[in-house]
T-cell receptor, first 114, second 111 residues
Framework: AQSVTQLGSHVSVSEGALVLLRCNYSSSVPPYLFWYVQYPNQGLQLLLKYTTGATLVKGINGFEAEFKKSETSFHLTKPSAHMSDAAEYFCAVTSSGGSYIPTFGRGTSLIVHP | EAGVTQFPSHSVIEKGQTVTLRCDPISGHDNLYWYRRVMGKEIKFLLHFVKESKQDESGMPNNRFLAERTGGTYSTLKVQPAELEDSGVYFC?????????FGEGSWLTVV
């Protein structure tokens, strides 16, 4: 069984400030971890993923995330928020063996203030 | 390379009517998934095809929902008869392996 917890349904930051979106997971086997972003009225776009190897992964639009096994976390960060980052962000986990069906967190809406 | 495409993008139907959503996966992807997000709630798994076979349909809410994947290519998801609680966005996704790529979604409103 696997699950994802995203702390905070809404996160508000000022333009230029650090973005930190939290994700903790539960998985009985080594996980594969993903962040997806959904802009208003659009589909889900893959931001970045961790499968194996380097635990710090870089994605599109300046985002990155670090897999910390000891903390069962995969937090998403961006050093400087831009207005265009305003969207809903979803963390997802799949198991490393099997059918790779992702389980999603509830999502975090990122609000960026000018 | 074309991404996952879904049709229609938006649909408004009356309670009791039938709606069929279509998904064309990325060419060559054997795995096809359907997910649903009801307003304000989490994204929920509905089912998973491998080629034309249903691998896992544990997330299908009830027998008003029927999914098919003809010849292992495109897939359809039919809701018959639609109920108010079926409103939401239906995402289709495909993958060659461990990374899943989503379509733009089909927004369904049942009135």
């Amino acid at each position: 069984a696997q699950s994802v917890t995203q702390l905070g349904s809404h996160v508000s930051v000022s333009e230029g400030a650090l973005v930190l979106l939290r994700c903790n997971y539960s998985s009985s086997v080594p996980p594969y971890l993903f962040w997806y972003v959904q802009y208003p009225n659009q589909g889900l776009q893959l931001l970045l993923k961790y499968t194996t190897g380097a635990t710090l992964v870089k994605g599109i639009n300046g985002f990155e995330a670090e897999f910390k096994k000891s903390e069962t976390s995969f937090h998403l960060t961006k050093p400087s928020a831009h207005m265009s980052d305003a969207a809903e962000y979803f963390c997802a986990v799949t198991s490393s063996g099997g059918s790779y069906i992702p389980t999603f967190g509830r999502g975090t809406s990122l609000i960026v203030h000018p | 390379e074309a991404g996952v495409t879904q049709f229609p993008s938006h649909s408004v139907i009356e309670k009791g009517q039938t709606v069929t959503l279509r998904c064309d996966p990325i060419s060559g992807h054997d795995n096809l998934y359907w997910y649903r997000r009801v307003m304000g709630k989490e994204i929920k798994f509905l089912l998973h095809f491998v080629k034309e076979s249903k691998q896992d349909e544990s997330g299908m809410p009830n027998n008003r929902f029927l999914a098919e994947r003809t010849g292992g290519t495109y897939s359809t998801l039919k809701v018959q008869p639609a109920e108010l609680e079926d409103s939401g966005v239906y995402f289709c996704a495909s993958s060659p392996g461990n990374t899943i790529y989503f379509g733009e979604g089909s927004w369904l409103t049942v009135v």
